[in-house]
């Protein structure tokens, strides 16, 4: 099975407004740590934000918040007032274990297209 | 400004030539990571190094080989590829192994061509 899903290829999204990209992880751990990377045309992967699987409160920074919903095993990423430098793949990802990063997994990503 | 710096960001080189990706980290970070990223497929960890010791090999061909002298710097010695191992190369690195709260930062990868 999958440890990461992401359902959404591509999303559109009008400049300014919210968008919500979809993610979904699979784990038997009690103990995992959930990222959201951006991926622009250039290559880098920039890390955006964590959750810890025993945070209680959702992780924000800046424009990002994930919305996790533990027992649905769901961490979406919510970008608000989206700009046009929003514009690229987004990457979930998943770090089984509190000590581990060997077990670290991407989803397929999604490409995020904001509209003028 | 990226804290991961890999070179180059573009090679072309044929399936008999042998190359090398470079790549250093200025975070002061203890792990550092190789992974490979294919068009349409999730991003593959190939490599692992924790304080220059080698802690994951996922499986990887031969023809890529891994070297890390010190917490700094690591590189992917390549030979013989296919054109199927045209990807993108990502070097990550990371505070440790050990850190429930750290996460991975990236390169900015190189587009490894092969023809």
């Known amino acids: 099975a999958q440890k990461i899903t992401q359902t959404q290829p591509g999303m559109f999204v009008q400049e300014k407004e919210a968008v919500t990209l979809d993610c979904t992880y699979d784990?038997?751990?009690?103990?995992?740590?959930l990222f959201w990377y951006k991926q622009p045309s250039s290559g880098e992967m920039i890390f955006l934000i964590y959750?810890?699987?025993?945070?209680?409160q959702n992780a924000t920074e800046g424009r990002y918040s994930l919305n996790f919903q533990k027992a649905r095993k769901s961490a979406n990423l919510v970008i608000s007032a989206s700009q046009l430098g929003d514009s690229a793949m987004y990457f979930c990802?998943?770090?089984?274990?509190?000590?581990?990063?060997?077990?670290?997994?991407f989803g397929s990503g999604t490409k995020l297209n904001v509209k003028p | 400004e990226t804290g991961v710096t890999q070179t180059p960001r573009h090679l072309v080189m044929g399936m008999t030539n042998k190359k090398s990706l470079k790549c250093e980290q200025h975070?002061?970070?203890?792990?550092m990571y190789w992974y490979k990223q294919s068009a349409k497929k999730p991003l593959e960890l190939m490599f692992v190094?924790?304080?220059?010791?080698?802690?994951e090999n996922n499986s990887v061909p031969s023809r890529f080989s891994p070297e890390c002298p010190n917490s700094s710097h690591l590189f992917l010695h390549l030979h013989t590829l296919q054109p199927e191992d045209s990807a993108l190369y990502l070097c990550a690195s990371s505070q440790g192994l050990t850190d429930s709260g750290n996460t991975i930062y990236f390169g900015e990868g190189s587009w490894l061509t092969v023809v």
């Open positions: 975070l002061g970070h203890n792990a």
């Open positions: 990802a998943m770090r089984e274990g509190l000590v581990n990063f060997n077990k670290f997994y």
């Open positions: 784990t038997s751990d009690q103990s995992y740590g």
């Open positions: 959750q810890g699987s025993y945070d209680e």
């Open positions: 190094y924790n304080f220059k010791e080698q802690t």
